[in-house]
């Protein structure tokens, strides 16, 4: 169940952008020009309608059209320089960017004026589309695929609900709340700053209904469970939608799975009411595993599912589900991923477009133990490629880790990775720590050394995920 792309669409006047000074100046120099004293704070203090409407209230039918003509020209050379961004308007933005999103301008504004504003101000969009307003816009946010449209005017929300997309409305132009609301709006801002808070909450919540509801749909689900806090949470979140009678947990117990992540996973597990499994899994015993080529996940992966997937068939379990999110997909080379999509596994988390940091705040939310646990790669990791994996290099570096962390007790130790590089050990840890106390980093090595490896560095720019990736 692939959730939609977020595309959102912004009103230019008044929702980004303050044009008030700026629609005055030119008014006021237009009316200088046609001999009319046109009522500037009037006409600016409801900014919204299409200019023509406007000047035809002050001016006969057949000098609308010029003077519009006229008024354009003038724009650039008087509206420009001296209208500023509204509060907020770049964190909006950038709340869309975060989330992987596009951003659309769709105003009614006259689109050369338009651009010229978005260029003066330095905002990047994806799409402008001017002259066009109230349910005209519907046609052209519906085409761009928009989810969300965000303006400040009643006709702002037609527009939105014409095309079928969520209505935002901010307080920053000349609508009140109670407008806004009667138009039909679906939710109000103060301004723009409160908006990235409202688009968090927002696609959290859309992305946790659609994960329910694929989870509903799956009937059953023996989940890949290494008791970090992406499979931990969709183990969660499978016993939530399906009850814990259509649910278990298989972890692969093998030389690459560190023993002390052992007893936590299978205790968060059991608290869940869950049947928990701990098959044992030979990755090891494969050719390309052990090679520990840049694909050697994919052959691990291989192992855990093949190991897996009749396990689920003999419980009646209808898929094995991993715990892949939506930033995995999107992290470049990842061999593991294709080698369980290739067994068929399902990625529920992935498929809801749920980010890491969206699991962790919803594990926050949930009010589980693993929300904020630090990454746990499996212990093959710190091999580094091209150095042959073996059960002796695995347990020195799960010894290595051991001692260091013991060294480092009480220091804030978060992060720790001991990197087999097959001459010597790198030691990875919080950058924030670094440097070390002299006397404190000589005990590490000392560590790390007693450990079994013959040479020991720490390295001076700190922890890095997946930092031997960067050889490739």
């Given amino acids: 169940m ?64 010029p003077a519009g003509d006229r008024f354009r020209a003038l724009y650039p050379d008087h509206a420009i320089a001296s209208v500023p961004l509204l509060a907020g308007a770049e964190d909006a933005l950038a709340a869309v960017r975060r989330h992987g999103g596009r951003v659309l301008v769709v105003t009614g504004k006259y689109p050369a004026n338009a651009r010229l504003h978005l260029d003066h101000l330095g905002l990047e969009v994806d799409h402008l589309e001017g002259w066009v307003w109230g349910v ?17 005017h009643v006709h702002d929300v037609e527009g939105a609900r014409a095309a079928g997309a969520l209505s935002v409305s901010v307080l920053t132009g000349g609508c009140t709340r ?35 509801a694929d989870l509903r749909e799956r009937g059953s689900v023996l989940v890949a469970y290494s008791g970090g806090a992406d499979s931990a949470f969709l183990l969660a979140a499978a016993v939530r939608a399906l009850g814990p009678d259509r649910v278990a947990a298989a972890t692969g117990y093998s030389h690459s799975l560190p023993l002390a992540e052992r007893d936590p ?8 009411g869950v049947e928990v499994l701990t098959p044992a899994t ?25 190991v897996l997937t009749p396990l689920a068939a ?3 379990l209808a898929h094995v589900a991993t715990g892949t999110n939506a930033d995995d997909a999107v992290a470049g080379f990842r061999p593991g991923i294709r080698a369980a999509a290739e067994r068929g596994a399902i990625a529920p988390l992935r498929d809801a477009g749920l980010s890491k940091h969206q699991v962790r705040e919803a594990s926050r939310r949930w009010g589980l133990p693993t929300w904020d646990k630090p990454a746990a790669a499996c212990l093959s990791s710190r091999v580094a490629y091209g150095v042959e994996v073996t059960p002796y290099r695995l347990g020195r570096v799960e010894r290595a880790e051991t001692a260091a962390r013991v060294v480092l007790e009480g220091n804030g130790l978060r992060n720790l990775r001991v990197r087999d ?23 590490l090595l000392d560590a790390v050394l007693g450990a079994g490896f013959d040479r020991a560095v720490l390295d001076p720019r700190g922890f890095r995920s997946g930092s031997l990736n960067e050889a490739l």
């Avoid at 946010?141 to 449209?149: D, N, P």
């Avoid at 996973?265 to 869940?272: K, P, Q, W």
């Avoid at 390309?288 to 291989?302: E, I, Q, T």
């Avoid at 050990?425 to 000589?442: F, G, M, N, T, Y």
């Fill in 265 to 272: 996973a299978r205790e968060f597990a059991v608290s869940l």
């Fill in 136 to 152: 005209g816009k519907a046609d052209v946010l519906r085409r761009e695929g928009a989810t969300i449209y965000v303006g400040d």
């Fill in 2 to 65: 692939d959730t939609a792309p977020l595309v959102v669409g912004f009103d230019l006047d008044m929702t980004l952008i303050d044009t008030t000074a700026g629609f005055g100046a030119v008014l006021r120099v237009l009316g200088a020009e046609l001999g009319v004293e046109f009522p500037v704070e009037e006409m600016t203090a409801r900014l919204g309608p299409p200019l023509d409407l406007m000047l035809g209230e002050h001016l006969a039918a057949e000098a609308v059209g």
């Fill in 178 to 212: 109670e407008e806004l609301v009667e138009a039909g709006t679906d939710v109000v801002l103060e301004s723009l700053a409160e908006f990235p808070a409202w688009l968090d909450a927002h696609l959290l919540e859309l992305r946790l209904g659609a994960l329910e």
């Fill in 314 to 316: 003999e419980r009646g």
């Fill in 282 to 306: 030979h990755e090891i015993e494969r050719e390309g595993y052990r090679a520990n080529g840049a694909d050697r996940c994919y052959f691990c992966k291989a192992e855990l599912l093949d």
């Fill in 421 to 443: 590089l097959g001459d010597r050990a790198s030691i990875e840890v919080d950058a924030a720590l670094l440097p070390l106390p002299a006397q404190v980093e000589r005990a």
